[in-house]
């Protein structure tokens, strides 16, 4: 019988990248797609190959996990052999309650390293970054949450072909009753081709120029490792600009780290990157073991001359 695998999300680029992750996955598995609160990544959905399509229309302000009772009913109605939720902040606490509502297991922000008859086999950072470690589910539905960009994105296509099915959720225990917006970062660094990363080696907030200008000739980005936002209370950058197990994770041709020791914690973030510089004067910064490029030196020299040699090159 063909499996049935399960793709969830509040948004459609992520939705598209899990039903592309379950054909690189080489499975035939029938995909139903479930777009949480939007419209459009139903139909996002729809154009990526998902074979049957559920838009779950929420409540004005609802929060996205007010869908998992209805959710968790239609995936006991439908069958699945495999749960994928998307690892947003919402949705690693959706994953949560479906498992729970499904006395389902539940891998969190994992990979999938084998998928065979009957098991799944899944591997995680845990203890901070210290360790993997490596889980199979052997019975129940697996539920594993996805990092974003864990596969890659496939073009994007709106389409309303399956019919969506529109589903009306029960406003749930929760009602919002008034929202706040916080300081967040602007800069798209889930997609951004080159980002340009500093630690705690960078001693003033005035410095940032210096980091930005390069970014730009290079038509990146910038970022910081967690210290760096945190220490600064956030003055320096908005707290969802740190790379990190506990902060963003990115997958940038060129990811420059400047300044920082390259902890476990902070690689966790950025180890997909194609190719890695490490600017540090210490030679015994950890930074350099995970570099295809170190350059060894302080980087209020260091950064100077790159960018002046850029715009001389340019
Ligand atoms: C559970 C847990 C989760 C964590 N999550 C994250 C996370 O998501 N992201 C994250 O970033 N961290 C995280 N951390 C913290 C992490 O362990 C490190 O403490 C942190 O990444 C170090 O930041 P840093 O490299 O900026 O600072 P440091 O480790 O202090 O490194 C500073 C570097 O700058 C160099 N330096 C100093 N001056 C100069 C100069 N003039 N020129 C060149 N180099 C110079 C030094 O040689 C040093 O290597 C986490 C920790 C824990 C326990």
Not at 209 to 233: K, N, Q, S
Request: a negative charge; proline letters at 4%.
């Amino acid at each position: 019988m063909q499996k049935k695998f399960w793709v969830i999300s509040e948004q459609g680029e992520l939705l598209a990248e899990m039903i592309n992750g379950v054909k690189l996955l080489g499975s035939d598995a029938a995909v139903i797609a479930a777009a949480l609160g939007c419209e459009r990544a139903a139909k996002i959905a729809a154009g990526a190959g998902a074979g049957k399509i559920y838009y779950f229309k929420l409540n004005e302000g609802a929060p996205v996990e007010a869908a998992y009772t209805r959710l968790a009913q239609l995936i006991k109605d439908e069958g699945a052999d495999l749960v994928l939720v998307a690892a947003t902040r919402r949705g690693k606490t959706l994953a949560a309650l479906l498992a729970a509502e499904l006395d389902a297991g539940l891998a969190s922000e994992a990979k999938i390293e084998e998928f065979g008859d009957g098991s799944v086999k899944t591997s995680r950072f845990v203890y901070g970054g210290l360790a993997i470690s490596t889980d199979t589910f052997v019975s129940g539905i697996p539920i594993v949450s996805i990092p974003p960009r864990t596969w890659e994105r496939p073009a994007l296509v709106e389409t309303e072909s399956p019919a969506i099915t529109e589903i009306a959720c029960d406003p749930g225990r929760v009602r919002v009753v008034g929202q706040k917006s916080r300081e967040s970062s602007t800069v798209n660094l889930e997609e951004a081709e080159v980002v340009v990363t500093i630690g705690r080696g960078v001693k003033n907030r005035e410095d940032l120029a210096m980091f930005e200008e390069l970014a730009g000739l290079l038509g990146g980005v910038t970022a910081c490792t967690r210290p760096v936002a945190e220490e600064e209370g956030y003055r320096w950058f908005p707290e969802d600009s740190y790379i990190g197990i506990s902060g963003r994770a990115v997958k940038p041709k060129l990811y420059i780290s400047i300044g920082s020791s390259g902890q476990i914690q902070h690689l966790a973030g950025c180890r997909d990157a194609k190719v890695l510089v490490g600017i540090d004067k210490n030679e015994d910064a950890p930074i350099f073991e995970s570099s295809d490029y170190g350059i060894v030196g302080d980087l209020y020299q260091v950064v100077p001359e790159l960018i002046k040699q850029i715009k001389a090159a340019k």
